[in-house]
């Protein structure tokens, strides 16, 4: 980009993005379809249970439908269901990224599974769940493909990238960021964390490679793509340009950006090698809205960059109130209009 993200950034319309009575409503990933309207791929899951760790026990990925990039986007269907838990992504889905590919739709998303009832309204569920500990464990990325943005989908009986003993992603696999090339292939920036002990390391990010979408997807290296004690990150997303590759994420300490769970920019010529960008924040918590009223969010996280004309030209992410760490009443996947 020419100039800063941050700089370009336009009032949010109050009344654009997606959410539902009922639900928790995160991780907005939109495409635009052949009769011109926008699709919204999102991640629900309902609200007797908790924000967080909810959507481990019961997330499904909907679909939901504007006529403009600004929404408000209107509920359609749910496109990946729980289907049981002797399916590796069967008992959640979430982590939507939408792409098209020539006639093909892909969406990425992360699911898991656990052997272990529903969580029933009232019942207690927290982190410490046999529920929770276990999805947390069987995370891992999937591909679900179809003809059609209304499907049906066709999903995998495995996910398109597991585990690696002993390396930095030994524990679970998330947050998918694929970039797919004109041929097919696709560089995948994802989320991991490592077996430390019984337990888990903190987030980092790393790079997978496949000659083509259908996989296999290897990863690239046998250390994360920013080291996580220096550079925290989460909530990759990606995209090529004539000069290598781009990025913003989820600055989780706020020692790049500048600000506790703001964004940040990066890029790569190789999609294995980042460097921070000159002017690094790419993104604030602190949103202007087209009413004129500026607004810190309790959560602002999953960003999402629709491409026009492979111009970048609206900015989707996951948002709260309250004051943030998950504390809010309600949430809801906003958009930002982009100046040229």
């Known amino acids: 980009m020419t100039t800063n993200l941050y700089e370009r950034l336009l009032p949010a319309p109050r009344d654009g993005g997606f959410e ?11 495409v635009q379809s052949e009769d ?32 403009t990039p600004e929404g408000p986007y209107q509920f359609q269907e749910v496109v990946l ?43 207690k569920y927290d982190l410490d769940d046999a529920r929770c500990i276990v999805a947390r464990a069987n995370k891992r ?13 066709e999903r995998l009986d495995k996910p398109i990238l597991d585990v690696r003993p002993d390396k ?15 041929d097919g292939s696709v560089l995948l920036i994802y989320k991991s964390r490592a077996y430390k002990g019984h337990t888990f390391s903190d987030m980092a990010l790393g790079a997978a490679w496949a000659d083509h979408y259908t996989g296999p997807y290897r990863a690239m290296s046998e250390e994360p793509i920013f080291p996580p004690s220096d550079i925290h990150l989460e909530d990759p ?16 300490n706020g020692n790049v950006g500048g600000e506790k ?15 921070l960008a000159e002017n690094p924040k790419a993104y ?17 996280e999953r960003p999402f960059l629709l491409f026009q004309n492979g111009k970048p030209t609206h900015l989707f992410a996951a948002t709260a109130d309250g004051d943030g760490n998950f504390g809010g009443r309600n949430t809801w996947n906003m958009v930002i209009p982009i100046r040229e």
């Open 20 to 30: 539902m009575t009922g639900y928790w409503v995160w991780c907005g990933s939109v």
């Open 36 to 67: 011109g309207r926008f699709h919204m791929f999102a991640s629900r899951w309902p609200k007797h249970l908790p924000m967080h760790p909810g959507w481990l026990a019961h997330s499904e990925v909907v679909r939901a439908v504007s006529d």
């Open 81 to 123: 269901p729980a289907r049981g838990a002797q399916y590796w992504d069967g008992r959640s889905t979430h982590n939507p990224h939408i792409v098209k590919h020539g006639s093909k739709y892909l969406l990425y998303y992360m699911g898991t599974t656990y052997p272990f009832p529903d969580v029933a309204p009232g019942e």
């Open 141 to 153: 990325i999937g591909l679900a493909t179809a003809d059609s943005v209304e499907g049906p989908w």
């Open 168 to 182: 930095f992603d030994s524990y679970l696999t998330s947050n998918p960021a694929p970039c797919v090339h004109e």
């Open 237 to 252: 997303f990606v995209w090529k340009t004539e000069d290598g590759y781009e990025m913003i994420a989820k600055d989780m």
């Open 261 to 275: 769970h703001g964004g940040i920019h990066a890029h790569s010529r190789d999609g294995m090698n980042w460097q």
């Open 284 to 300: 604030s918590r602190q949103v202007t809205w087209d009413d004129g009223t500026t607004r810190r969010m309790g959560n602002f």
